[in-house]
């Protein structure tokens, strides 16, 4: 069991309450079972999340919508699970989705993981998505720092020369400066 199946697990062993439904859940190598989990009416989110997992870290499709709606989640450790499970599938519409999520105003709260996916996939939709949220966060008295800054780094990551501006936008701002100034001289290289 690799250490983020591991982590996962333990985590939703406490909110399934153990058990043998649980266990199967996290054994079993039917990919079938685990796809019918994801359409099953009333089963619990603990099941449904761990069926995606393990079917989108084994690069099985059906877990994607899943999948999705587990990264725009509330709760920030199923946007982890989702994130990781997401990366590994391998779907060529994750970085569409990725992009829709971190893009979309009313969910700002819940864009740090899809932002940080986008850098990950390093994908044709990455640079324009950061740069489109980075732009929203940098407006005076913008609570959500924490996306901004995964943006920053993210474009100092994914290196493409048409972010420079944006980056150099939010030199000003406390708590991007240096992830702006390390990302700038990544850029301007």
């Given at each position: 069991?690799?250490?983020?199946?591991?982590?996962?697990?333990?985590?939703?062993?406490?909110?399934?309450?153990?058990?043998?439904?649980?266990?199967?859940?996290?054994?079993?190598?039917?990919?079938?079972?685990?796809a019918a989990v994801l359409t099953e009416r009333e089963r619990p989110l603990w099941a449904r999340e761990l069926a995606a997992f393990r079917l989108g870290c084994a690069g099985d499709r059906r877990a994607f919508e899943s999948l999705v709606l587990l990264l725009n989640h509330r709760d920030p450790e199923r946007c982890v699970s989702a994130a990781h499970a997401l990366f590994l599938l391998g779907d060529p519409r994750t970085p569409?989705?990725?992009?829709?999520?971190?893009?979309?105003?009313?969910?700002?709260?819940?864009?740090?993981?899809?932002?940080?996916?986008?850098?990950?996939?390093?994908?044709?939709?990455?640079?324009?998505?950061?740069?489109?949220?980075?732009?929203?966060?940098?407006?005076?008295?913008d609570p959500h720092w924490r996306v901004a800054l995964a943006c920053v780094e993210g474009l100092g990551a994914l290196g493409d020369k048409r972010a420079a501006e944006v980056v150099r936008a939010a030199l000003p701002h406390p708590r991007l400066t240096a992830a702006a100034a390390a990302a700038l001289a990544r850029l301007e290289m």
């Open positions: 069991m690799d250490e983020e199946l591991r982590s996962l697990a333990s985590r939703l062993r406490d909110e399934a309450g153990g058990g043998p439904v649980y266990e199967r859940l996290l054994t079993t190598t039917d990919h079938d079972e685990l569409r989705a990725a992009a829709a999520l971190a893009t979309n105003e009313l969910r700002v709260a819940y864009a740090l993981l899809p932002v940080r996916l986008l850098t990950r996939l390093r994908a044709p939709e990455s640079v324009p998505a950061l740069m489109t949220v980075l732009r929203r966060r940098l407006t005076a008295g």
